[in-house]
């Protein structure tokens, strides 16, 4: 397993290109090293403390109101997602972030390669208090939509390439609460496809790939 930590995990996505708008936050990531196989998928874990988000208007037009949603940008205690590396692409699974007035799921895939970014999750406005829906045995995943989402969220998806994202939200889902919240979700980087790869055909007759990141994520590569 390798370990990376850094006390400036903003520093370091907008080094790699993983995300610009990430300010500050120690960040820990764990993952298996590599192998003699090019395409040897590699798991990994990443965890992300007491950091800020700024410049992001959609995410800013959620928390509208909050002290900290204005000027100064969007502070978060912490994040934690689930990884797979393989071909060039990042798949994120399993994604929470959690900050004192909104909250967030994450779930999709990074192509970097293809310079193709497909994510999508659940905001979770005044998380403290509305994750508590959620928490609640048996009754936790009809009133707040599992663990980590909340009573009232509202759905986004981020497309686009790595280096300018385009996030999206979706406000009639504010309006459907908890499990009835799903149908309002964006399909764009679910993970309830395998990650494949196959062959395809172009029109002058050579061979490339087409990469199925995810239901509504699909890139065709030479």
């Known amino acids: 397993m390798i370990y990376l930590q850094t006390n400036d995990a903003g520093a370091l996505l907008r080094f790699t290109d993983t995300y610009t708008k990430a300010v500050g936050g120690q960040m ?18 990443i965890n992300v403390r007491d950091f800020t988000v700024k410049g992001e208007a959609q995410l800013e037009r959620v928390a509208a109101g909050a002290p ?21 692409a990042l798949t994120i699974r399993d994604g929470v972030v959690k900050g004192p007035m909104i909250g967030a799921t994450i779930e999709g895939s990074i192509d970097y390669p293809g310079n193709q970014v497909c994510m999508s999750g659940t905001f ?42 385009v996030m999206r939200v979706n406000p009639i889902s504010a309006i459907f609460p908890g499990v009835t919240r799903k149908i309002m979700e964006f399909n764009t980087g679910k993970q309830n496809s395998p990650f494949d790869e196959f062959p395809s055909q172009s ?9 199925q990141l995810s239901n509504g994520c699909s890139l065709t590569r030479r």
């Open 28 to 45: 820990v990531v764990a993952m298996e090293p590599p192998t003699s196989e090019p395409n040897t998928s590699r798991e990994g874990l």
């Open 203 to 211: 029109n002058d007759g050579s061979t490339g790939s087409s990469r």
């Open 124 to 165: 979770v406005p005044m998380y403290g208090l509305n994750n508590m829906f959620g928490q609640i045995p048996v009754l936790g995943l009809f009133l707040g939509g599992g663990n980590n989402e909340g009573l009232i969220g509202v759905t986004y998806e981020v497309v686009g390439t790595p280096a300018a994202p």
């Open 68 to 88: 900290n949603g204005t000027g100064n940008g969007i502070s978060f205690s912490a994040l934690r997602a689930e990884f797979t590396r393989q071909n060039g």
